[in-house]
């Protein structure tokens, strides 16, 4: 029944490793973005795509790798992991681009860890 | 450089005080701020706020918005436990991007 689920939780991993995060939405929602909150608690978007298409793409390394198969489906995918890359990834989504953003729902958080 | 800035970044307090958070902001093509409280995992949503001197309110919760001034404040009256949390302060620019503030994290003892 969840509306936003992202898997795992939880990523423990080496530096230079490659790893997925996987979104999915039941909302039926347009609109789906990457956020990273590290830290400090600061969360900032990395991507957002509106019916697969890509909207925001914010000064992400190309290390870091979005696919939306489908607009109930946002994936990261993120290569050569990096210490610096450790945070919290959210997954959110939104009822219509550009409008409604209080409708923004967020996924539980993928903790990863680069050690 | 858009910036979002909120204060305290930590507060402490007794349950049944109120509190004031306070967000300030510098960020280009204005649309709407929002504030989201975060507890252990996803932010929720509280409030979108878009013109100023409309207060919105829910429950025991309420904000307003001085976009002469460029800031927000959430107050919270009559404080609970359950209101421990981290309140983030969001700007919404153009059309599709949230500019977060750093949050203000909320201990309410008993």
């Known amino acids: 029944d969840t509306a936003v689920s992202q898997t795992p939780k939880y990523l423990v991993t080496q530096m230079g490793n490659d790893k997925s995060i996987k979104c999915e939405q039941n909302?039926?929602?347009?609109?789906m973005y990457w956020y990273k909150q590290d830290s400090k608690k600061f969360l900032k978007i990395m991507f957002s795509y509106n019916n697969k298409e890509l909207i925001i793409n914010e000064t992400v390394p190309n290390r870091f790798s979005p696919k939306s198969p489908d607009k109930a489906h946002l994936n990261l995918h993120i290569n050569s992991l990096e210490l610096g890359d450790s945070a919290v990834y959210f997954c959110?989504?939104?009822?219509?681009?550009?409008?409604?953003?209080?409708?923004?729902?967020f996924g539980s958080g993928t903790q990863l860890s680069v050690l | 450089e858009d910036k979002v800035v909120q204060s305290p970044l930590s507060l402490v307090v007794h349950e049944g005080d109120t509190v004031t958070l306070n967000c300030s902001y510098e960020v280009t093509n204005f649309r709407s701020l929002l504030w989201y409280k975060q507890e252990k995992k996803a932010p929720t949503f509280l409030f979108m706020l878009?013109?100023?001197?409309i207060e919105k309110k829910s429950g025991r919760l309420s904000s307003i918005l001085d976009k002469k001034e460029l800031f927000s404040i959430l107050n919270i009256t009559a404080t609970q436990t359950g209101d421990s949390a981290v309140y983030l302060c969001?700007?919404?620019?153009?059309?599709?991007?949230?500019?977060f503030g750093q949050g203000t994290r909320l201990t309410i003892n008993p």
């Open positions: 909302l039926g929602h347009d609109t």
């Open positions: 969001a700007v919404l620019q153009g059309a599709q991007k949230l500019v």
């Open positions: 878009t013109s100023s001197g």
């Open positions: 959110a989504s939104s009822q219509v681009w550009a409008v409604s953003h209080e409708k923004l729902f």
